[in-house]
């Protein structure tokens, strides 16, 4: 398994909609596929210098809550 961070500037709530959608769509990777989003804001961006890309506890706890909240069936 293989985890990435997608950092999209600028989304309103259609535009999260659209690349939660888009980036979730099994068919295109040909195996299962969730995608969280953890953060809506322009908060904590990634930027070119690395020593200021990070999550902060609030987007890393709103992962954790929504994985522990998902229901499995």
Sequence with gaps: ???FILDVANLDEEGV???????ADESLMGSMVTVTCID??????FY??????????N???????????REYK
């Design 17 to 23: 909609k659209k690349v939660l959608t888009n980036c």
């Design 48 to 57: 070119n210098d690395e020593t200021q890309n990070f999550l902060s506890k």
């Design 40 to 45: 809506k804001t322009n908060e904590n961006q």
């Design 59 to 69: 987007q890393v706890n709103t992962y954790n809550s929504r994985i522990n909240n």
């Design 1 to 3: 398994m293989a985890r």
